[in-house]
DNA sequence: GAGTTTGAAACT
DNA sequence: CAGTTTCAAACTC
């Protein structure tokens, strides 16, 4: 459409970012949060590389490093030494695999012209969004909850995150040391662990030789009375049969199990449930827009509708730019995400109430001239 | 949402 | 290494 047209409609197109067919906006990260999730970089030889399993793993320089570099062993597969936060040649922060692509996915990045982070470091310097509310890593990789630790500081095993390799990242833990910010905590605290046990952060689960069959506890469980059908159980948790090596009392998670099937059957009857719901859903979605994309008049003359010609791909281009707009603004301007909804919701009914108005002043020329 | 149950982790 | 305590998640009401 025409800016004329637009303007005829009262849509202003508004200027937004574009580049190409994602809009996006980037939050400038403040330093305390800087410090948090974007360590120095690795030097210049540091490379970068992407395995099979879309884990991005840093190699160090071959270079001889200047300082004494700490000796653990036994460290979780992958783990790498990563300069420590707080700037300067004074340290290495240990960095198990999964901190390092937790890194690289945080949502939050620097611009590159406004960083010190050269572009090459592979960290931090992608604009990662939050997608529908959601970080990319979490769009993008299996979605972990928040964990909820009040008194371990989030530097034991209790702590899923630690559990996991992972920083807490939109956590509602409280007193929280699982962060750069309190290198020196953890660095400790994953030295007991180790010193305690040295596969403690190795999947527990280990993958079988032959597919999924073979998955099993590396430890076995130890229940005594879920009869190793609720989540208690790490082996059921895990969808997997305990084993041989579980020391469960009156385990009731093997393949025979009545109890185990009834459970699987009543599983399998709510998924469908909500595979249905959501294909409900999606199939109202394409109706509404293939109603909205229509681009034949649904009324030439003397109908009661108002015509869908009004309803074009460039009035909704519009329509979605005046709100995307409105949420720009309300990022600007720091709303919570209530406020930055309900502006957004105006706004919305704005531009309808403009093309609707619009399309009823045409309608009324139209019969005017008998057209 | 508060209280209870559970089993892994941590401690002794 | 066994028994006890602590902890956070799962679960129930």
């Known amino acids: 459409m025409r800016n004329s047209s637009l303007h005829q409609l009262g849509l202003t197109k508004p200027m937004v970012v574009s580049t190409g067919?994602?809009?996006?906006?980037?939050?400038?990260?403040?330093?305390?949060?800087?410090k948090q999730v974007a360590p120095k970089p690795l030097t210049s030889a540091a490379q970068v590389v992407t395995t099979t399993q879309t884990q991005q793993r840093l190699i160090m320089p071959a270079t001889p490093l200047p300082q004494i570099q700490p000796n653990f062993t036994n460290l979780p597969p992958g783990t790498v030494l990563a300069p420590a936060p707080g700037g300067g040649n004074v340290g290495y922060a240990v960095v198990p695999?999964?901190?390092v692509t937790q890194l690289q996915q945080s949502p939050f990045v620097t611009l590159a012209s406004s960083s010190s982070f050269p572009a090459s470091a592979g960290i931090q310097t992608q604009?990662?969004?939050?997608?529908?509310?959601?970080?990319?890593?979490?769009?993008?990789?299996?979605?972990?909850?928040?964990?909820?630790?009040?008194?371990?500081?989030c530097l034991k095993l209790y702590c899923d995150c630690f559990a996991n390799g992972e920083f807490c990242n939109n956590c509602n833990c409280n007193n929280c040391f699982n962060n750069l910010e309190h290198e020196t905590e953890r660095l400790?605290?994953?030295?007991t662990c180790l010193d305690r046990n040295?596969?403690?952060f190795k999947p527990k689960i280990g993958k079988g030789k032959e597919g999924e069959a073979d998955r099993r506890h590396s430890k076995g469980?130890?229940?005594?009375?879920?009869?190793c059908l609720k989540n208690y159980c790490e082996c059921y948790e895990a969808k997997i049969m305990c084993s041989s090596i579980c020391k469960c009392i009156g385990?009731?998670?093997?393949?025979?199990?009545?109890?185990?099937?009834?459970?699987?059957?009543?599983?399998?009857?709510?998924?469908?449930?909500v595979q249905q719901q959501t294909a409900a859903k999606t199939k109202l979605s394409s109706q509404i827009s293939d109603l909205l994309m229509r681009t034949t008049?649904?009324?030439?003359?003397?109908?009661?509708?108002?015509?869908?010609?009004?309803?074009?791909?460039?009035?909704?281009?519009?329509?979605?730019?005046?709100?995307l707009e409105q949420a720009k603004k309300a990022e600007q301007t720091h709303q919570p995400r209530a406020e930055a909804e309900r502006m957004i919701l105006e706004e919305f009914g704005h531009c309808l109430m403009r093309i609707i108005s619009s399309a009823g002043k045409a309608k009324a020329d139209c019969a005017s001239i008998n057209c």
């Open 21 to 34: 067919a994602v809009r996006m906006s980037v939050p400038i990260v403040p330093p305390q949060t800087m």
């Open 97 to 99: 695999a999964q901190y």
């Open 127 to 153: 604009a990662r969004l939050p997608l529908n509310g959601l970080s990319a890593a979490e769009t993008t990789s299996r979605p972990r909850k928040p964990c909820n630790c009040t008194k371990s500081q």
């Open 188 to 191: 400790k605290a994953i030295k």
């Open 198 to 200: 040295p596969e403690a």
């Open 221 to 227: 469980c130890n229940c005594k009375r879920s009869g």
């Open 251 to 273: 385990c009731k998670n093997f393949e025979e199990s009545p109890e185990r099937k009834t459970l699987m059957h009543l599983a399998d009857a709510a998924e469908v449930r």
């Open 297 to 323: 008049p649904v009324v030439s003359s003397g109908g009661g509708r108002l015509p869908y010609t009004f309803v074009t791909k460039e009035v909704l281009e519009a329509t979605c730019e005046c709100l």
